[in-house]
């Protein structure tokens, strides 16, 4: 049955039909599913599938991504006040848009992706320097910090991810606190995240999960 | 002498007088020809008049811009906080609907052309018109009603909105959206512009999915252009791509000129465009800040003879280039557009 449920959650998470989505997690549920397993193995799973799918090919548009984000925080949220037991934090991730720039909807897209993933999420907003971009990181002990700029002077401007960087390496934090960045002038140039000294991109916002999942694991290993 | 306004009648017609056009979307960068900060430079339409032509003597390619930025499209109906920056595009700062119902409460504007938000605009467009009008395109750029609630609520609010929220609520934004269009195209065109860039990046399933762009996009496509006609409009979907839309809007919009973004595939363009309408090729400028002028050239050249194999129904063009492109780039992009947009290669049918 598991795996009915499976199927049809993906479906209708790729077709952008969260009405759909919902009922089908609320049906699963009345009929004894878990919901731990409703994260861990509905949830949790399609996210992978999806980047799978990414990587080989499959090709997504903006809606998808906000869909999938959107659906997947939503239902990992009202299954978590049913958890038996509080699920074990995955990760801490601050994130924001750069100095400069005012564009969210990059950074809402990833948020929802990750929380979904039991990885805590510390949102600073718009328009954030590199000082408390680094200061926020260390308070929260957090394993990466994630960048998002959608115009190509925020994106490699001095004040952005450069100074992150610059910040990190003076404070002598760059093996603690990876940086990550993203948004559309890094689609436009796959080399550009080196440029401005991040650790690493990503594409979209389901693949961003990966790759922030990474660097975390990289931080705790 | 061929203008650049016959090369682009001459490319329409799939002919070629000296070379394809060639447009260049420089906009921020004419605040520099005139030694004035971006924020200066956009406040006077004579300065951005000015920074066009200058920047059209100094690099000459085919057209001028009557946009200043993207933004002033809010500023039409009521936003009053632009964020300036030194060396890049303005942006809108406060978003004017910040709840449901101030969609309910918002006005499009009765008159476009008196409106106070025009009127530098109006300016440029006067003094664009009296020194190259007739000879070289005047481009202007409109945000269709599906993309320009991206401006007045967020990208993410309209996302939100368009995907979860209420259709009637959708649907009367869109509306008002709509009708400042048809006004707006029609005060852009009583001014003086040419060339109609219909930008909108919620008409490429890049954005959204192929369902909304058939039951939405092209719905709101068709009321938006209905009352001017398709005379001068371009369809643009905002640097995102264009070619799994582009049979269906030529088939039940009938657009005459289409603008894929650097990421399609450009002999793929061509061929579903099938000599119906004009076609651009465009470049992916984001790399123009780091390629060398060998880089731009080789990429030119793909580009072009990509198009011009399939048809010489062809443009050359840019998506928004950004500010810090260096000069020699600029350069080196419109001389070898030029070069290779000379060769007339037989095509391929
Ligand atoms: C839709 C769009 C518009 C709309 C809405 C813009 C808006 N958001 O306000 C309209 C038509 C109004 C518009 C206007 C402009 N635009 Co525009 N627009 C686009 C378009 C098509 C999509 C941008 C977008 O919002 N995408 C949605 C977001 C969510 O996608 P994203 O940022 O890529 O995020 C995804 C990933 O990158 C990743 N990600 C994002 N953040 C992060 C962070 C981390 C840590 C990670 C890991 C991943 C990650 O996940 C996200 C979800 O999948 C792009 C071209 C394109 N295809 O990308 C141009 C583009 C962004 N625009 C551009 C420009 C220049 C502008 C203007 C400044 C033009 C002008 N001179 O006025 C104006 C600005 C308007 C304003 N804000 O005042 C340029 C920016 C590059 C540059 N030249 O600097 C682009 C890239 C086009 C181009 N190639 O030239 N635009």
């Known amino acids: 049955m598991l795996d009915d449920v499976i199927k049809a959650y993906n479906e209708a998470v790729l077709d952008t039909d969260r009405a759909l989505a919902l009922q089908i997690v609320a049906d699963a549920v009345a009929q004894g599913i878990s919901p731990e397993d409703i994260v861990f193995k509905v949830v949790i799973p399609g996210l992978d599938l999806m980047v799978k799918a990414i990587s080989e090919g499959f090709d997504t548009n903006l809606a998808q991504h906000f869909m999938t984000s959107q659906i997947a925080a939503d239902v990992s949220e009202r299954m978590l006040v049913l958890f038996k037991t509080p699920p074990e934090i995955v990760g801490q991730v601050i994130i924001g848009t750069a100095a400069g720039d005012l564009h969210t909807l990059g950074k809402r897209i990833v948020i929802g992706c990750l929380k979904a993933q039991m990885i805590e999420v510390t949102d600073l907003g718009v328009n954030v320097s590199a000082e408390k971009f680094v200061n926020e990181a260390v308070a929260r002990k957090a394993q990466v910090i994630g960048v998002s700029a959608m115009m190509v002077h925020t994106a490699r401007s001095e004040n952005g991810a450069l100074k992150v960087r610059q910040l990190l390496k003076e404070r002598g934090l760059e093996h603690k606190i990876k940086l990550v960045v993203g948004g559309a002038p890094f689609r436009y140039d796959p080399e550009l995240y080196k440029m401005v000294g991040a650790d690493a991109w990503a594409e979209n916002g389901v693949s961003a999960l990966k790759v922030i999942m990474d660097c975390i694991k990289g931080v705790k290993a | ?349």
């Open chain 2, 1 to 349: 002498m061929t203008t650049s306004m016959d090369r682009l009648v001459a490319a329409a017609n799939g002919q070629i007088i000296d070379h394809i056009p060639v447009f260049c979307n420089l906009l921020d960068q004419g605040a520099r020809e005139l030694g004035l900060s971006i924020e200066d430079y956009f406040s006077k339409g004579e300065y951005v008049a000015e920074g066009q032509l200058r920047m059209l003597e100094k690099y000459g390619h085919d057209n001028v811009w009557s946009l200043f930025y993207v933004g002033k499209e809010a500023e039409l109906f009521g936003c009053k906080k632009i964020c300036y920056a030194n060396d890049g595009p303005p942006n809108v700062e406060d978003f004017i609907i910040h709840s449901y119902d101030d969609i309910e409460k918002l006005q499009v504007p009765d008159d476009i052309s008196t409106h106070p938000a025009f009127v530098e605009t109006a300016k440029c467009l006067e003094i664009l018109k009296r020194e190259v009008g007739g000879k070289v395109p005047i481009c202007a750029y409109l945000t269709a009603s599906m993309s320009l609630p991206a401006i007045l609520m967020s990208m993410e609010k309209w996302m939100e909105l368009l995907m979860i929220g209420e259709p009637e609520v959708r649907d009367l934004l869109l509306e008002k959206c709509s009708n400042f269009f048809r006004k707006e195209i029609e005060a852009y065109r009583n001014a003086g512009a040419d060339i109609l860039v219909y930008a909108d990046p919620y008409g490429s399933t890049d954005i959204i999915p192929m369902r909304v762009f058939k039951e939405l996009s092209l719905k709101w496509m068709k009321r938006d252009l209905e009352p001017g006609g398709l005379e001068g409009v371009v369809y643009y979907v905002g640097g995102a791509r264009l070619n799994s839309v582009a049979e269906q809007v030529i088939n039940e919009v009938g657009i005459n000129a289409y603008y894929p973004g650097p990421l399609d595939d450009i002999g793929e363009s061509m061929r579903i465009v099938n000599n119906r309408a004009l076609c651009a090729g465009v470049i992916n400028d984001i790399r123009l800040l780091d390629w060398t002028p060998d880089e731009v050239r080789t990429e030119v050249q793909r580009i072009v003879q990509g198009g011009l194999q399939v048809s010489n129904k062809f443009f050359f063009g840019t998506v928004v280039m950004p500010y810090g492109i260096p000069d020699e780039n600029i350069k080196a992009m419109i001389n070898a557009a030029k070069e290779f947009g000379r060769l007339s290669l037989p095509a391929s049918d």
